[in-house]
């Protein structure tokens, strides 16, 4: 139970020992500050040529899609970026939804990726997962996407044992006064994005609508406008936000029933957040409240509300140059509100949950070359039955072989939470010759614990070439799985209904490595070459558990090429490649049948023309040669669909 | 007997990295940042402000802005709170344009999202001596812009763009620079 989960002793000594360790001197820096300008100038600087440097130092597997990789691409959805990024598996079941996982099962319900939007977390509380097609932000309104892959558990706390997704949005500074951009084409989304700034304030509107695929006519209408205000009192920064967001979508069919219905989402958010520097150090505090109306067609659940308010404190201290602490306190509450519904029963119609965590982490450079980060994190989710608080740990190392190679290596152990649907609910998930079957929660469920061991290099080979490479073994125990051997047999007339329970019978492993090779070919061309391998195999922890056991569902591999060429200053191309195997799609359930994804390539592209300095005309094209292609995710769809490929052209303006 | 792995492949990791930081680095290579935070020093001693600026701005110090990348703050702490001209030099990191208001000193890092000329344009007419890294900080009016030369930093000075702020530079500043008029290129002194 938890209790059992205690911090190693032996840990925290180290930890309490290196923090209080004596500081040694960094007397170059010292004599640096007090030279004069013509002594400056011949003292010569370690650099890191082009990128920005606390990117490069980073002991974790990190990707940044930036600004410019957004607009040169085309990319229409953010799914679509993150498809070029090794160890992140994509995969779009229709028209309108996509599900992502980062060295993990592709699965609707993915409760290890933690998605954040400005560093607050979106996600669905009943199911501990991101639901991307009601994300409410656009790729026009993103400055940048960082992907970290692998535990990040101690720095960004619940659900993010397999990946943390942060996308930053545009400030109102980087902004121009306006600009507009109008888009659409053959299967592919009409859209309409608006921004007007004053440096200050920004307003932003988005709207979309989709016709659907051949393959499932489901269709819908997205739409949010948002705002943000930047001001500053005295010496502080602050920065105010809100959005209201909605979409519809017709004739959606339910994931296991078949039943065909249609839904409307509807919500807003609001933000607060203030910062000020004290010399070298940094506080910095922020509120957040979410709430949204969603009925759920997929899982012929309407009229579920979902609120979270969220606030966080955050103090980062530099004891000496190189010897910075961050603490940081953070307080949730969630409450969710599910109606009665027709296939979906809870325990409690409101249920409500708070989560408490305290960080303290802690980075030195040992040397100029070696830098040491201990991370620690306590947390307490009120949605465990044993509620007695969590300890997470990391080590994270890093040290420069030479100028321009980083090795870096981390441990990370860290928990993931039961969702409500886990814990608190009960939903049809199949109906077969007669019976019900149900997935029902068990609200005495244990965490999952999650340790993890990387390596990785960080290396500018020169000639314009860029290595980042990581490797990765990972270890999950009391894993939570629907149990097909723990049933409650109800007979109802004619019909018989089966629950089968979730319960922590199940141990993991994941292992695999990630490559990406950049290279720049002269000052016109620059490719990507992204290299995935990935395994997992999972086993009866304990003699209780008798079922089938699912090994993996995602792709053993995976090659990607992202290329960028430039014509000229007023023409450029954009051209990524995807290749995955066939992989099986089994279910972990006495009722499934074996599932597959066949083999498939997948090609995007767009060409674009500036015809001015404010104006940019784009011809695209997404998921070229998937056609006829047959893929079927667990949770997500009732039978297999053919991706559909489409075209499009795209009209960006700015004043 | 169950042996607890993890701990001890902690304590042998931290101990090898501890026996790794014996390794020196040699004295005459700096990290580039702590260089720049010395020479933006420097830039202050060579820097006349207008009497008026000063008389409202000496009583809180010399408040040296930072835009762009929060990984400087730590380079920058090393002349934190030294002092120039009898004014202590204070730190404050700025992340939007309505925090530039009290700037004496402002340094822009090549990270920085925020739009070049949403800066100048907020600092106009106001004696801000501005300091960046990219050539469209220099074309959006930046006062002094560093660049690496064979290793080693130096910069440019737009004096056009200096004039217009009413600050003055030091001869002896403008001997150690390349000098740019964005309009007509620029020429060694």
Redesign the interface.
């Known amino acids: 139970m938890i209790n059992k989960h205690k911090i190693?002793?032996?840990?925290l000594i180290?930890v309490l020992s290196?923090l209080f360790r004596p500081i040694?001197g960094r007397a170059?820096?010292?004599?640096?500050?007090?030279?004069?300008?013509?002594q400056?100038?011949?003292?010569?600087?370690?650099?890191l040529n082009k990128r920005?440097?606390?990117l490069f130092e980073l002991p974790a597997a990190t990707t940044v899609i930036d600004?410019q990789e957004i607009e040169r691409s085309g990319a229409q959805t953010i799914p679509d970026l993150l498809a070029r990024v090794p160890g992140v598996f994509v995969k779009q079941v229709s028209s309108r939804e996509t599900v992502v996982a980062i060295r993990n099962d592709i699965q609707m319900f993915n409760t290890s990726l933690l998605v954040l939007i400005d560093g607050t977390p979106y996600y669905n509380q009943t199911t501990a997962n991101v639901v991307w097609s009601m994300l409410p932000i656009a790729v026009e309104d993103v400055?940048r996407i960082e992907i970290i892959r692998g535990d990040g558990g101690t720095t960004w706390g619940t659900n993010s044992s397999s990946g943390v997704i942060n996308i930053i949005t545009?400030?109102?500074?980087?902004?121009?006064v306006a600009r507009f951009s109008a888009g659409g084409g053959l299967h592919a989304p009409f859209r309409l994005h608006a921004v007007t700034s004053t440096?200050?304030l920004r307003l932003s509107a988005h709207a979309e609508q989709d016709q659907g695929w051949s393959d499932d006519p489901s269709t819908y209408a997205n739409g949010y406008v948002s705002g943000r205000y930047?001001?500053?009192l005295a010496?502080w920064?602050m920065?105010l936000g809100g959005r209201l967001f909605g979409n519809l979508a017709n004739d959606v069919t339910g994931g296991y029933t078949g039943i065909v219905s249609d839904e409307k989402n509807h919500g807003f958010d609001t933000s607060i957040s203030v910062?000020?520097?004290f010399?070298?150090d940094?506080f910095s505090a922020r509120g957040f409240i979410y709430n949204y109306n969603a009925d759920f067609a997929i899982a012929e659940a309407p009229g579920i509300q979902q609120s979270l308010g969220d606030v966080e404190m955050r103090y980062s201290h530099?004891f000496a140059?190189?010897h910075?602490t961050r603490f940081a306190i953070n307080y949730r509450h969630y409450l969710s509100e599910i109606p009665p519904q027709r296939f979906l029963e809870q325990r409690h119609q409101k249920i409500t949950d708070s989560l408490v965590n305290l960080t303290i982490d802690h980075e030195s450079r040992?040397?100029?070359?070696?830098t040491?980060n201990l991370g620690l994190r306590y947390e307490r989710f009120s949605i465990l039955q044993d509620n007695n608080g969590l300890f997470s740990s990391s080590?994270r190392?890093s040290?420069y072989l030479n100028k321009n190679t980083l090795a870096w290596?981390s441990?990370n152990?860290s928990y993931q939470f039961p969702s409500y649907l886990m814990s608190d609910i009960s939903v049809l998930a199949a109906v077969k010759d007669n019976t019900y079957y149900y997935q029902t929660g068990n609200p005495a469920l244990d965490p999952e614990k999650n340790?993890s061991w990387e390596i990785g290099l960080r290396s500018l080979l020169g000639n314009g070439i860029f290595l980042d490479a990581s490797t990765f073994y990972g270890r999950t125990r009391d894993e939570i799985i629907i149990d097909p051997t723990a049933l409650r047999i109800t007979h109802m007339g004619p019909m018989t209904r089966i629950d089968q329970f979730y319960t922590n019978h199940i141990k993991s492993t994941t292992w695999g490595a990630e490559m990406s090779l950049g290279v720049d070919i002269g000052k016109a061309l620059h490719s990507d070459l992204g290299l995935t391998w990935f395994h997992r195999r999972s086993r009866e922890q304990d003699s209780i558990y008798r079922g089938n056991i699912n090994d993996q569902y995602a792709p053993d591999y995976k090659i990607t090429v992202n290329s960028r060429y430039t014509f000229s200053d007023a023409l450029d191309f954009s051209l990524f490649f995807l290749y995955e195997p066939a992989h099986d799609n089994n279910v972990t359930t006495k009722y499934a049948s074996p599932r597959r994804t066949d083999a498939h390539f997948r090609a995007d592209g767009s060409i674009n023309y500036h015809f001015s300095p404010r104006g940019t005309l784009s011809a695209g094209f997404k998921n070229l040669f998937n056609s006829g292609v047959k893929w079927d995710v667990p949770s997500v769809i009732a039978r297999p669909v053919s991706v559909e490929p489409s075209v499009f052209l795209n009209l960006k303006y700015h004043w | 007997m169950k042996i607890?792995v993890?701990?001890?492949?902690?304590?042998i990791?931290?101990l090898l990295?501890?026996l790794?930081?014996?390794?020196?680095?040699p004295?005459?290579?700096?990290?580039?940042y702590?260089?720049k935070?010395?020479?933006v020093?420097?830039f202050a001693k060579?820097t006349r402000w207008p009497e008026d600026s000063v008389s409202k701005q000496k009583k809180k110090g010399m408040c040296l802005c930072l835009m762009g990348?929060?990984?400087i703050?730590?380079?920058?702490?090393?002349?934190?709170?030294?002092t120039v001209k009898d004014r202590t030099i204070v730190?404050?990191?700025?992340?939007?344009?309505?925090?530039l208001?009290d700037c004496d000193l402002l340094f822009v890092t090549r990270?920085t999202?925020?739009?070049m000329a949403?800066?100048m344009?907020?600092v106009k007419g106001r004696p801000v001596l501005t300091i960046g890294e990219t050539s469209e900080f220099t074309r959006a009016g930046g006062m002094i812009t560093f660049f690496?030369k064979q290793?080693?930093?130096?910069f440019r000075i737009n004096p056009d763009a200096v004039r217009r702020s009413g600050l003055k530079l030091s001869s002896s500043?403008l001997e150690?620079a390349t000098i740019v008029h964005p309009s007509i290129g620029e020429s060694e002194q």
Not at chain 1, 28 to 38: A, F, H, P, V
Not at chain 2, 20 to 25: M, T
Not at chain 2, 73 to 82: H, R
Not at chain 2, 91 to 99: C, E, F, P, R, T
């Open positions: 190693p002793a032996t840990a180290i290196f040694p170059e820096d010292r004599d640096i500050y007090d030279l004069d300008l013509k400056l100038l011949e003292v010569k600087v370690e650099t920005p440097q606390h600004r400055d545009r400030s109102p500074d980087s902004e121009p440096g200050f930047d001001t500053s010496d920064n920065h910062s000020r520097t010399g070298e940094k530099l140059p190189g910075r040992l040397t100029a070359t070696t040491i080590l190392l040290h290596g441990y152990r340790d | 607890p993890c701990p001890i492949i902690i304590a990791i931290l990295t501890v790794a930081g014996a390794s020196v680095v004295a005459e290579v700096g990290p580039e702590t260089v935070a010395a020479m020093r420097n060579f990348d929060e990984a703050l730590a380079s920058f702490a090393g002349i934190g709170g030294k730190l404050k990191w700025v992340d939007n344009l309505a925090g208001g990270e999202r925020t739009n949403r800066i344009e907020a690496l290793g080693r930093i130096r500043l150690l």
